[in-house]
């Protein structure tokens, strides 16, 4: 029997959030940007007005307003972001135990052990974007699928303020005329490698040669073939089940052994930032970090730090991660495989102590700011879209997909 899973996608969120904050602006063009006196800022969201002149997600504020001059632009506040997804995945916990957050504004429900009490699919889901929009103010987009992939599309399929259900009868119909590379998991490097084979729409790669795409892919080739194809079968997590995430990691055998500082700088700063980056999506930050360093005969030394505060920032876990290896390891002795990992993690809500120091503060937060933008590009375009300018060209083989995720 399939299952009815649910993909609630708030609106506009962090612009949604703003405007509750300052009614006098609704019905106005509005978009959320870093530093709204930079014109080189970035647009991390933007209300329904600034869409419609053409304003997306992660383009530049000097774009957005040759789009829209009358565009007007407020600082983001994260703090009430975090606390509105709270607020939000708590009306998702009335209708069923399994709510998996995909970030801070988007969430999976498996509902089905729900139907008897609240309706079908498509019912529970307008009765959740009703009782958000009544109980907070915002609205929210919901896809009802029997699988989590189809139920993310659904929620992308028709906004804003809108259910939209994919079946195995219809979702052949509605996905497959679309561009391949609004599939899910499928980033902007993956798309041109398809596109440059042909693979225009979803129903290209759905019916294109599988062991062909494979082999052109590696891993992902046989994961979007079967997204193509409908084909998805991870569960959503039981909301407890969130909690006992206790380590984030990444891992990497690099293409060549690293030599000196510079091959480890770079390997770290990539490992760092994607561990960074998961903390960021689950919403947690490590109180400590944990290193592990392999040599080409295998053997392996582990270190670990605690940090001053904890963090989900690439900048403060990749220099306490270098600062464990200059100090245990000899830097003229190669290097196969690091691991950098995350640890004794935390809340990001339990974690918010201000700084003692002012500047300290001020630095951290223009830090946060940067790595979010990041995320909202990453998150508009794929994992690879925007990296660090110290990993670009690098020779010892560090790539996106090759990344080995350990989160314990």
């Not at 996608?9 to 602006?25: I, K, R, T």
């Not at 801070?104 to 729900?114: K, P, Q, T």
């Not at 700088?265 to 970090?289: F, H, M, N």
């Not at 392996?300 to 306490?320: F, M, P, Y």
Request: net charge neutral; charged share 30%.
């Amino acid at each position: 029997m399939d299952r009815t899973i649910l993909h609630c996608d708030m609106n506009g969120f962090y612009a949604s959030v703003e405007l509750l904050a300052l009614p006098e602006l609704k019905g106005k063009p509005v978009a959320v940007c870093g530093n709204p006196d930079n014109r080189h800022g970035i647009i991390l969201a933007k209300n329904e007005e600034a869409k419609a002149y053409g304003v997306v997600t992660a383009e530049t504020v000097w774009q957005a307003r040759k789009k829209c001059p009358d565009l007007i632009l407020v600082p983001p506040h994260h703090d009430r972001y975090r606390s509105y997804s709270q607020k939000i995945n708590e009306i998702y916990a009335r209708y069923t135990d399994r709510v998996e957050p995909f970030s801070i504004d988007e969430s999976w429900l498996d509902v089905s052990g729900s139907l008897k009490l609240f309706g079908t699919g498509k019912e529970i889901g307008d009765t959740i974007r009703e009782t958000v929009k009544k109980e907070l103010g915002l609205t929210l987009s919901v896809g009802v699928s029997f699988n989590k992939v189809l139920a993310k599309m659904g929620s992308e399929y028709k906004k804003p303020d809108a259910t939209t259900v994919i079946n195995r009868d219809n979702f052949r119909k509605i996905l497959w005329p679309l561009p391949v590379r609004e599939l899910f998991f499928v980033g902007g490097v993956t798309a041109d490698k398809l596109e440059k084979a042909g693979i225009k729409t979803i129903g290209d790669l759905a019916v294109y040669n599988r062991t062909l795409i494979c082999s052109m892919l590696g891993k992902q080739g046989a994961v979007i073939h079967d997204y193509a194809n409908g084909i998805d079968d991870s569960p959503v997590c039981l909301s407890c089940e969130r909690q006992k995430i206790k380590s984030v990691g990444n891992g990497m055998t690099f293409k060549r052994d690293l030599v000196g500082l510079a091959d480890i700088k770079t390997a770290i700063l990539a490992l760092s930032d994607t561990v960074a980056t998961r903390l960021r999506s689950y919403e947690l930050k490590c109180q400590g970090v944990k290193v592990d360093i392999k040599d080409p005969m295998f053997k392996t030394i582990s270190r670990q730090k605690q940090l001053s505060s904890a963090s989900n920032l690439a900048e403060e876990i990749g220099a306490a991660s270098l600062e464990l290896i200059c100090k245990y390891w000899r830097m003229n002795e190669p290097i196969r495989m690091l691991t950098v990992t995350g640890i004794s993690l935390v809340d990001e809500g339990e974690a918010e102590q201000l700084s003692l120091f002012v500047a300290e503060q001020k630095d951290r937060e223009k830090s946060e700011t940067i790595e979010r933008t990041l995320d909202a590009i990453r998150k508009k375009y794929g994992g690879s879209a925007i990296t660090f300018g110290g990993i670009l060209k690098n020779d010892i083989g560090i790539e996106l997909h090759e990344m080995v995720q350990e989160d314990g």
